[in-house]
């Protein structure tokens, strides 16, 4: 069974442009997840998209948008890059969205570098 | 901010040894999951446990939760030089708007063969 699956691995932009990140789930699972970890501040939540919804957000500035697809792959776009944001971009799946049982398994990470 | 806190930050043990991490969180949770992370990439999914569960195995991997002190114990068994990597614990959260797992800050953790 294939993971979570992201791309581009490596993405280079200069600050002001735009980037867009795309997550691919697991082969039935619902639930897309986006954390963000840059050095120095730990895994923090972004967004949780289930059944083509934004359910949750996290602390982020409205720059931060993403959709989720009919497919349940997802998009992740931030806009007017900062070189704050600069950092591992993770995507995660799980067949639930929310519970006890609740696994979340991750994809290998997008590292966003911005100039 | 992080809601959960590891300790120790960093971990130095010989192959063979036993490694023992610990994870502290702040609020009700529904579950607790351990998570592997080498070099940066992405992370790996190690073990889950409940909030009505104490302990939990799996192969090498023991974890014990105790929910009055909000606190929890990674235990890693005849350590592997190929146990190098950061470990997090995380946390669902009970809260019925959430699905975010929230992060503590890590252990690095380094075997030496």
């Known amino acids: 069974e294939a993971g979570v699956t992201q791309s581009p691995t490596h993405l280079i932009k200069t600050r002001g442009q735009q980037a867009t990140l795309r997550c691919s789930p697991i082969?039935?699972?619902?639930?897309v997840y986006w954390y963000q970890q840059a050095l120095g501040l730990g895994l923090q939540f972004l967004l949780w998209?289930?059944?083509?919804?934004?359910?949750n957000r996290g602390n982020f500035p409205p720059r931060f948008s993403g959709r989720q697809f009919p497919n349940y792959s997802s998009e992740l776009n931030v806009n007017a890059l900062e070189l704050e944001d600069s950092a591992l971009y993770l995507c995660?799946?799980?067949?639930?969205?929310?519970?006890?049982?609740?696994?979340?398994?991750f994809g290998p990470g997008t590292r966003l570098l911005v100039l | 901010s992080q809601q959960g806190e590891e300790d120790p930050q960093a971990l130095s043990i010989q192959e063979g040894e036993n490694a023992t991490m610990n994870c502290s969180y702040k609020?009700?949770?529904?579950?607790l999951q351990w998570y592997r992370q080498n070099s940066g990439r992405g992370l790996v999914h190690l073990i889950l446990?409940?909030?009505?569960?104490r302990e939990k195995h799996s192969g090498r991997l023991r974890v014990t939760l105790d929910t009055s002190k909000k606190s929890s114990s990674l235990l890693i068994t005849a350590s592997r030089a190929a146990d190098t990597a950061s470990y997090f614990c995380?946390?669902?959260?009970?809260?019925?708007?959430?699905?975010?797992?929230?992060f503590g800050e890590g252990t690095q953790l380094t075997v030496n063969p």
């Open positions: 995380a946390t669902l959260g009970e809260e019925t708007s959430g699905s975010r797992l929230t």
């Open positions: 609020t009700s949770i529904n579950n």
């Open positions: 446990i409940r909030s009505n569960e």
């Open positions: 995660a799946s799980s067949s639930y969205g929310g519970g006890p049982q609740e696994t979340q398994y």
């Open positions: 082969s039935g699972h619902t639930s």
């Open positions: 998209y289930d059944e083509g919804e934004e359910r």
